[in-house]
T-cell receptor, first 114, second 111 residues
Framework: GAGVSQSPRYKVAKRGQDVALRCDPISGHVSLFWYQQALGQGPEFLTYFQNEAQLDKSGLPSDRFFAERPEGSVSTLKIQRTQQEDSAVYLC????????????FGPGTRLTVT | GNSVTQMEGPVTLSEEAFLTINCTYTATGYPSLFWYVQYPGEGLQLLLKATKADDKGSNKGFEATYRKETTSFHLEKGSVQVSDSAVYFCASYSSASKIIFGSGTRLSIRP
């Protein structure tokens, strides 16, 4: 079956613009995660959903970052008034069960803020 | 808080060489431990895992043993291939649903 998909794969934004990144998890997966991966670093947790409920948003770096999953399937990560330090690869992952460490990752969206 | 520290790269080896990538963790309690791999142009893939002390995870010729006494989870492979060239991430999961990743080790294998 299809894996986790993300769009767009690449996004260039001018500083101050708003961006929206989309994640389509594996069908039926209850849990969805967003991670931020800076160049040369490992992914860092941003936020976690179980169905439509956002259970943990402790990793969101500022109030410019907002994530939603209104119907418990597709999720959108929105970044308002982008800054250069927001440049990174944004990874989405999903998990099929309540033991959430078996996470399947999408290819990521590479965001470049100029 | 929980953290993962892994060997810095890049690591360059000749084909058929023995590989070790070191990884140590700090955590309260006993986390599950993972190795993820990121091939060029592809997403992160789970390579292997171990969920309790002394467990050995293995896949595609790679192995790692969960060592509680040394808080380590070193990745090994007896004979690497060019196709193993990738970035390898050690990671831990304990609670609160988040995976903690190391900074990654880039591996290049020369033919």
């Amino acid at each position: 079956g299809a894996g986790v998909s993300q769009s767009p794969r690449y996004k260039v934004a001018k500083r101050g613009q708003d961006v929206a990144l989309r994640c389509d998890p594996i069908s039926g997966h209850v849990s969805l995660f967003w991670y931020q991966q800076a160049l040369g670093q490992g992914p860092e947790f941003l936020t976690y959903f179980q169905n439509e409920a956002q259970l943990d948003k402790s990793g969101l770096p500022s109030d410019r970052f907002f994530a939603e999953r209104p119907e418990g399937s597709v999720s959108t990560l929105k970044i308002q008034r982008t800054q250069q330090e927001d440049s990174a690869v944004y990874l989405c992952a999903s998990s099929s069960d309540r033991v959430v460490h078996e996470q399947y990752f999408g290819p990521g969206t590479r965001l470049t803020v100029t | 808080g929980n953290s993962v520290t892994q060997m810095e790269g890049p690591v360059t080896l000749s084909e058929e060489a023995f590989l070790t990538i070191n990884c140590t963790y700090t955590a309260t309690g006993y986390p599950s431990l993972f190795w993820y791999v990121q091939y060029p142009g592809e997403g992160l893939q789970l390579l292997l895992k171990a969920t309790k002390a002394d467990d050995k995870g293995s896949n595609k010729g790679f192995e790692a043993t969960y060592r509680k006494e040394t808080t380590s989870f070193h990745l090994e492979k007896g004979s690497v291939q060019v196709s193993d060239s990738a970035v390898y991430f050690c990671a831990s999961y304990s609670s609160a649903s988040k995976i903690i990743f190391g900074s990654g080790t880039r591996l290049s294998i020369r033919p």
